[in-house]
């Protein structure tokens, strides 16, 4: 009796715990959606804020009826590329109305799932903003949502994938990406990537107008969204564990490797900013914040593949080359002239990518979890095989996710249904497409201040040189 | 020994998981003062922002000491129409010293309502926003907060309520409205109501003043607001459970239906606004983000009643047809030509009315928790008396909630307390009342601009003209 | 075997709890990031923002590195004025791989304690805004996360520190501040003040230039700051705690007083503002905003000392005179001409000494947790005991922190470190030192609209008097 007891209040616990840390994350849809309202231009707000709403809304039906079976699959014996058993369609599987049994697992870990790809979803919005159009941004969610992305979650995470170290027969090792830096952050960064190369610069980016006509519109939603994503982030990496029971110490271990990833990024990324030379991205003399603000979420992705399976001194290690990781993929971009609003390649797609390498590094035989036998990082007296996996997995990922968004946004973009015509460009997004500016009244300020001063001087002007 | 222990470690996990659900119900104060700055004009933020923040606070201090007490119960024999034992009046019988039995039961239930009841009083005032003295927000507070809401409390949640489902002889089945969308939303949208009919119109809203003039100042603080109520309602329906034991399960289905519910009723609302002909409130052509906001919002609230007792698909047709209820009644206002500036009405009363209603036809028979004997929605065999309960609950709320805020509201009209001056209204609340701009800097940089500039443009001109 | 699993059990809902609770207290960096945007003014906010992240960022690292170690002692004979056994020093002796032995708790405590530095830290970022340069504020953060903070945190947290009420052999009665009233508020705000001091005025603000010159930028972000903080001090007050088991009922009401102390002091301060006459700090006529934002966080600091020790009826009280402690400090530094843009040392240091002071009137017996035995409040039958320590204990805190404070900032004035320079006061500190304005579109937008209609209409305006 005891034992049955202590089951369900441990399952009760796991189930609280999963929704605390998806409320969390969830609560990254409003960080990316700040972070993306301040990073672009006035003109372009509303139209990047529904673009995140949807995300969210439209993204969680997709999710719902198709994602999620795509990725995990109930079933004993599912294949090792994508799910399909039929269980989690449309949650056709889920049942808890038999005695009490289940205590909510099955509803619960969706939830922290849809967080999860609403998350991945989202990362592209940034870099193809302010000239992709809702319905050509709609068809990238369902694409990414409805199948990409939870393509790469089966490989992965899924016991059955064929990268997954939850899979005794994986390949090599399989892959140790606990939270994500590959699964979530390089989908959502190669997509940009794609993205952001195909839609082609907004006007004037490269050229005709100065860098600073093109500074993020508000530097406050652009903290906001930093600190607030952060603070999801201690949902994203900690709940990765999906269970409180058996994995409260890795949870705590997963908040303070965090924590010390992004803060030492953050610290390298202002000094970099300041103290490299302008050929390398250096703006001498500048503190940069949304820099900062970047190399911090850098330091984020940088820790979420090892947030748990690396020691703590290891932490502040990975966040200081994440920094660098975010910086030279930023200053590429620029040189490539691939206009990329949000940086999100970089700060997604670059350090999603060494996130899983470093673990390949760092990873301790303690905390690893490799279901075909204990792979532990080269500094730990592995023996490459794990590195040689995360190398790997991070080709697969880069492809499969690359091939795919190239097709869906060529496709699109011959179709004339990526990209905004030159008369909404001109005119601007809000003002054509969303019914006015987001802050209408700071521009009808400007008009009617002008309007009412200048008249009457004028008038008075006149009559003075008439008389 | 075992027993007790059990019981101590189950009862600590509860006070925890309503602190962090109660937590949760608490940031939807942040969220509705977002929500509200970011719709009304600019001269109005400081305004809106205050009364807000007067929510909680006055609003907690008259809950502390009258409307706890109103609204539930501690004696065994408590009346079905108002709580009046007086345990519960400044939490006088609130004891947690004796061998630390309740392990802070009574304190986390009092703040949990506590965040319920500001949430109840605050969604009035986006509907008299940019019109109304404080000191007749106040007396609206204070009677809202500390009689008319826990008034519907102690009628639909108290185990003595004479429409409570706990109550095994209330009137019919007993009302199920697990999370509130009748005690919660439409008390307040009724409040709203009444209140934005009796303060009349904004100088000019219907005729002089073209609707864009009326339009949100900031669609960044919409979108932010939307998100943390959002979020805060993961709080306000998993956490209606009062207790993690024996209902994770429902918590957790909660937290997918409240998912499904605001995703659909957005996905819905965005084309409805954007397709429906303009004689039926559409806006062709236009992507409305306020619209396709305020859809959320309305299938959030109209999955509250129903968040533990559907299915989870039901949640995805109870948003949809939310998304329609929103639109319809907002486009009443309009043509009624009732001035609610954030719609809180069409939210959060016709929206609520749908939500108490949607239970009666999608209850299941294993999720119902009436105490008077099992009572299942139409669509599972019900034989409409749990629907009709429904029906009979609101129009119980509708009239107490209608005719007492009309007394009320009338009355402060009457003595001049409700409204503000015209003198005030021309000025701008802010200016006339709140010491300056919300934000004075952008004022300034307007003002200084166009005195820096035209004065020597025109000196040059008359120069030029007296040449 | 029962006894294990309810003991790993509990410690896995402890380790749950503080991560909760911590994330909470994360998210107060955001809150005083955007109050502190809001409160200065538009050419500043870049600046202070970057602060705001660097407290997070650069003080976490110094917080691993060193400050962790002075603060807390690992081993069995600390000393009693600052921790060094080296166990916590870059968390070199937290070991979690030895049997899953401690659940995480080193961990998640480290994180905790984290979020409190960086709290402690950011309050005098406020009190120097607009006018201390990022380097001399860094050398701030390093020196009071590294040591000053530290230590006060050993003397009245530590078990070994002479001021702490969980050392038996501590002076007098050892102090009673729960959540630190005295530790985190009171030495913020005495560096707040020391710092305002030394620093001087920005230029123009008492004399020169009118007050409402240096009004805060935005009154929205005001707003959502104090809430964001008051969210987060549900994490602050009741995480204080450390652990769920056996804390839950403190726990609880630490949750209610909090919340009625923040809502009585701001309802109190409201009116204060408004009815006291000018000469008193008073606005007459004025409903004032942020007053009211400032007042609540005062009420938020005077319960943190006594949030757990105090009957729930106490915090009503407390609260209310802790208005009057920010009201009548907020006036004081105003007539001394000591220029504290977000009032930091009126908020955190007045009303962190009245938190402190109030424990010694307003501690029951119950409640009590001092380890030399039980002491109590002057109210409930103590000696005054109780009440001299609280005095001894904020003099000694008081005498620390205002001396290394006065010495640092005094050497960093005189080093030329500290304040900007004339040049970039007068060009404001977004413009010179970080790339542009925190908003490059309004102040855009409005040169455009001048620029766009003056010529033009002057033109004409030449025209017809050349006519």
Redesign the interface.
């Known amino acids: 009796a005891?034992e049955v007891?202590?089951e369900a209040?441990?399952?009760?616990?796991n189930?609280?715990?999963l929704?605390?840390c998806?409320?969390?994350v969830?609560?990254m849809?409003?960080g990316f959606?700040?972070l993306s309202?301040?990073s672009v231009?006035?003109?372009s707000?509303?139209n990047i804020?529904?673009k995140?709403?949807?995300d969210?809304?439209?993204?969680?039906?997709v999710w719902?009826l198709i994602g999620f079976g795509f990725a995990y699959d109930k079933s004993e014996d599912g294949n090792a590329f994508i799910g399909g058993s039929g269980h989690n369609f449309?949650?056709s599987g889920?049942d808890?109305?038999t005695g009490?049994k289940?205590?909510?697992?099955?509803?619960?870990f969706?939830?922290f799932q849809?967080c999860f790809a609403a998350a991945a979803a989202t990362i592209t919005s940034g870099a193809v903003a302010e000239r992709c159009t809702?319905v050509g941004y709609c068809a990238y969610v369902f694409a990414i949502v409805g199948f990409v992305y939870p393509t790469v979650v089966h490989w992965v995470w899924d016991e059955h994938g064929f990268l997954s170290a939850f899979n005794k027969d994986a390949m090599l090792t399989g892959m140790v990406d606990f939270a994500g830096s590959g699964v979530v952050h390089m989908t959502g960064g190669i997509c940009a990537f794609t993205g952001a190369f195909i839609i082609r610069p907004r006007k004037g980016r490269f050229g005709e107008l100065p860098e600073?006509?093109f500074?993020?519109?508000?530097?406050?939603?652009q903290?906001?969204g930093?600190?607030?994503l952060?603070?999801g982030w201690?949902?994203f990496n900690?709940g990765s564990t999906l269970a409180?029971?058996?994995y409260?110490?890795?949870?705590?271990?997963a908040?303070?490797t965090t924590?010390?990833s992004?803060?030492?990024a953050?610290?390298t990324g202002?000094l970099l900013k300041r103290f490299a030379p302008g050929s390398c991205g250096g703006?001498p003399?500048?503190?940069?914040?949304g820099h900062?603000?970047n190399s911090?979420l850098g330091g984020l992705v940088s820790i979420t593949a090892g947030c748990t399976t690396v020691e703590?001194?290891a932490s502040?290690v990975i966040g200081f080359i994440g920094a660098f990781f975010y910086h030279g993929a930023s200053c590429l971009m620029r040189r490539l002239k691939i206009d990329d609003p949000l940086d999100a390649f970089a700060v997604h797609g670059a350090c999603g990518l060494w996130g899983c390498l470093a673990v390949g590094f760092f990873c301790t035989c303690?905390?690893s979890y490799t279901e075909s036998g204990t792979a532990c990082g080269v500094f730990y007296g592995g023996d490459g095989l794990l590195l040689a996996t995360q190398i790997v997995g991070t080709v697969f990922i880069t492809l499969w996710v690359g091939a795919l968004s190239a097709i869906l946004f060529s496709g699109l973009m011959a179709g004339g249904l990526l990209r905004i015509s030159k008369e909404v460009e001109d005119a601007g997004l809000?003002n054509s497409?969303?019914?006015?500016a987001?802050?209408?009244?700071?521009?009808?300020?400007?008009?009617e201040?002008?309007?009412r001063?200048?008249?009457k001087?004028?008038t008075?002007?006149?009559d003075?040189?008439?008389a």
């Not at 969210?56 to 039906?61: E, V, Y």
């Not at 205590?103 to 619960?108: I, L, P, R, T």
């Not at 987001?438 to 008009?447: G, L, M, N, S």
Request: aromatic fraction near 14%; glycine fraction near 8%.
């Open positions: 005891d007891r202590f209040d441990e399952s009760e616990t189930t609280f715990y929704l605390f998806a409320a969390l969830f609560l849809q409003a959606a700040l309202a301040g231009r006035m003109r707000v509303k804020l529904l995140s709403v949807m969210a809304c439209f993204g969680g039906l719902y449309a949650l889920a808890d109305t009490k289940d205590y909510g697992h099955d509803a619960v969706f939830f849809y809702l600073h006509a500074a993020g519109q508000s530097a406050s939603l903290v906001l930093t600190f607030l952060w603070f201690y949902g900690p409180l029971h058996n409260a110490r890795d949870a705590a271990r908040a303070v924590t010390l992004a803060a030492t953050a610290t202002i703006s003399g500048v503190w940069d914040l900062t603000c911090l703590i001194w502040v303690d905390y809000d497409k969303h019914g006015g987001a802050y209408p009244d700071i521009a009808t300020a400007i008009e201040a002008t309007e001063i200048t008249p001087r004028i008075s002007a006149t003075a040189a008439g």
